[in-house]
């Protein structure tokens, strides 16, 4: 039962991230106006709006004007909710749990909105360390020297980076990194850049075998990121142990 509560929790959070997701790079309040359909206008009623279920029943297309509603709203309901679940799986009801549901949210947003504009707003980092602060004190989940070893880490090391890459690194990705250490400790931060850089490698060098990108095409660092600080918090604890016995 309590992963059912926790799922469909997730489908309703997922279902007001993508109204950050909307309008955030737009500038737009996400509390008003209310949801309206993008294509005819008409403001949408609750049972329009139920996660999931409306676009199902509706098979994508708006109830008033027919138009295409875009498949990424059931995407990112059930991947919030489905992440949701993971953690729950994974951390049980600990001290950690709250706090990485929050953060999956924020990489939530990030993710999509990296991917769509190559845009990491300032807003929602910042967001993300106002409630990391609060989060932090009521839950304690982290001391604060690894909360500010982890901030520093992040920062400086991607700064770092895009000093030595001459802007290769966006200032998006920095804030980020920095959020991350901020949320995931010093080691936790480590091993997310890692995978990060890993994965941005993998899947850049496969898009220009494919002919899809070239060396000097950019790719959206914040979505990397975001996969790699999932895998952490998923599976961190088992990865560095892995490594450490390697050792």
């Not at 060396?215 to 979505?223: A, E, H, T």
Request: aromatic letters at 12%; a positive charge.
């Amino acid at each position: 039962m309590l992963y059912l509560f926790t799922f469909f929790f997730g489908l309703i959070i997922g279902s007001f991230l993508n109204v950050c997701i909307n309008r955030i790079p737009r500038g737009e309040s996400i509390v008003a106006p209310s949801s309206r359909c993008e294509s005819c206008g008409v403001r949408l009623k609750p049972w329009d709006l139920v996660p999931v279920l409306s676009w199902l029943l509706l098979r994508g297309r708006c109830r008033y004007c027919g138009a295409t509603v875009s498949p990424k709203y059931l995407i990112v309901e059930l991947l919030t909710g489905s992440l949701f679940v993971s953690l729950l799986a994974v951390k049980g009801l600990s001290a950690e749990l709250i706090p990485y549901l929050t953060l999956t949210s924020i990489l939530v947003v990030v993710g999509f909105t990296d991917l769509e504009h190559y845009l990491i707003p300032n807003k929602v980092i910042i967001a993300g360390f106002v409630l990391g602060a609060g989060l932090h004190i009521f839950f304690r989940h982290l001391d604060w020297k690894d909360i500010f070893l982890g901030f520093l880490a992040g920062g400086s090391i991607l700064y770092l980076l895009a000093v030595l890459s001459k802007g290769g690194m966006g200032g998006g990705d920095i804030k980020l990194a920095a959020l991350l250490g901020f949320y995931l400790g010093w080691q936790g931060v480590l091993l997310t850049l890692f995978l990060g850089a890993l994965l941005a490698s993998v899947t850049g060098i496969w898009l220009i075998i494919l002919g899809k990108k070239s060396r000097k095409d950019p790719l959206p660092f914040g979505v990397f990121l975001s996969i790699a600080a999932m895998i952490s918090m998923l599976y961190g604890g088992n990865i560095l142990t892995c490594y450490l016995n390697a050792l």
